[in-house]
C-alpha cells in the first residue's frame, strides 16, 4: 500500500478493495494460526488508513468507528471483515473437522494425543491442556473465549442427531432439544452421578429395545421427581440405532455443514451490541439497491450517519475552520439538516427537481423524514422501482459538489440544470 496512495480512489473503490484484496491477503495464514492481537491492530490500521487516505505525512480524520464499519450492510455497515473475528472463524473450521472428519488419519493422530476430541470442541467440560500441547491446539481449545463475554459460540451452533450415542455426552451436549440437558434439568444434573456418561452408556439394549439406566446420588425429592418424570417423556422420543454413527450438524446452515461466513456472521452478532436506528436501516437498505456509483451510495450513508464533514462536525472535532455560517446561504450554523434540507439554495434545487419529477409539494421537512415523504408524494413501489430513489441520491449529491466547490475552487453558487 506505499505506492497505493488512494488519490485516484473515491471512498467506494477503497471499500470494494479492502473487501476484495486487503482482507483476503492473510487468509491462508489466518486459516491455520492464531493472529496475535498486535498483528491485527496493525492490520486493521493499514485498513484504516487506507479507506480515510492517511499516511505518514498527513493524518485525516476517521469519521465512522470502524466497529460500525465492520457490521454487515443490514445493520448499518459496509460488510468490511472484521479481522479478528473472520480469523475465529476460520479456525473454528478445525473444530468443526474435529468433531466430524470421523475418518481422517490427522483427527486419530489429535484424539492419540490429546484424548476425546468431541468433549474438548463441543462442551465446556474440558479446556485444560498440557505444557508440551502445541501453540496450535491451545489457541483452539481457547478460541471461543477470544469473543469476551460471548464464550462457547461454537457450542451454541452444533448439535446432534443420535446414532449410536457413543461420541454424544449426555448432559452436556445439545443432542435432545435447543440446549444441554444440563441447562434444562439442573436439578437433576446436580445430583446425577453419571454427569460425564455418553448417551450410549446412559441405558442399555435388551432384546433389541433400548432402556434408560440414570442413576442418583441420592433419593429424588417430589420436584426433582417431577422433573425426572418430564426428562423421561422427552427420552420416549429418542430411538438409538446401534449400528450407526452419531451426526453432528451446524444448526446456522441450511446444508447443517459448517461454513465459515455463517460462523462469521454468528460471532458478529454476538460481538456487535448497539443497534442503529431503525428508519435510517430501511432507507439504507433501499439506498444500497439503488442503481448509482458506489462513491454516492457511500456518500449518503455517511450524510445518513451525520458522519460528513460539514462545519459543525469539523468544529465538533477540533478543526480550526474561518466561521460556521452555512457555505451555500451564510444564514445559519451550517449542519447535515440545513445544508441539504433547509438552505434557501437547497431548496431551490429540490425545487427544480421535484417540478421536473412532477411533484408539486414542498417538503418541508430534513433527514430521514425527507425520504419518507418523498417516497409518499412518489407513490412508487419500492420493491420493483428503484429509478426514483436516483434523483434523491443524485440532489443531494449535486448539492454537496456545489457546496464543495464553492469552498475549495471559489466557484460560484448557480443552480446546476
Known sequence: LSCWRGRNLSIGGKVTLINSVLSSLPLYLFSFFKAPKVVIKELTQIQRDFLWGSHEEERKI????????????????????????????????????????HNALWRDLLAFRYGNLIAKQTCSLDRSWGTKDSIWWRDLMLLEKDLSQNQNFFQRAVSCDV?????????????????PLKDAFPELFAISSQQLVSVGNAGSWRRDQWTWGLTWKRQLNPNEEESLHSLETILVDVHLVAESHDRWKWSLHNSKLFTVSS????????????????????????????????????FCWRLLLDRLPTKDNLIRRNVVINNSRCSLCDSCDENVVHLFFHCDFSNCIWKEVLSWIGIVDVIAVGGVQHFW?????????????????????????????????????EEEKDIPK
Open 263 to 298: 460462523c462469521y456472521s454468528f460471532a458478529m452478532s454476538l460481538v456487535n451490541q448497539t443497534q442503529m436506528n431503525s428508519d435510517i436501516l430501511d432507507i439504507l437498505s433501499i439506498v444500497w439497491k439503488v442503481p448509482v456509483p458506489s462513491k454516492v451510495a457511500l
Open 62 to 101: 476517521c469519521w465512522v468507528s470502524w466497529e460500525d464499519i465492520c457490521k454487515p450492510k443490514k445493520e448499518g455497515g459496509l460488510g468490511v471483515k472484521n479481522l479478528e473475528v473472520f480469523n475465529i472463524s476460520l479456525l473454528a473450521k478445525w473444530k468443526w473437522r474435529c468433531i466430524h472428519d
Open 373 to 409: 415523504e418523498y417516497d409518499r408524494l412518489l407513490k412508487y413501489n419500492t420493491s420493483r422501482n428503484k429509478v426514483p430513489f436516483m434523483f434523491w441520491l443524485a440532489t443531494l449529491w449535486i448539492i454537496w459538489q456545489v457546496r464543495n466547490n464553492s469552498i475549495f475552487k
Open 163 to 179: 446414532g449410536d450415542g457413543q461420541s454424544i455426552l449426555f448432559w452436556y451436549n445439545k443432542w435432545l432439544g435447543s440446549e
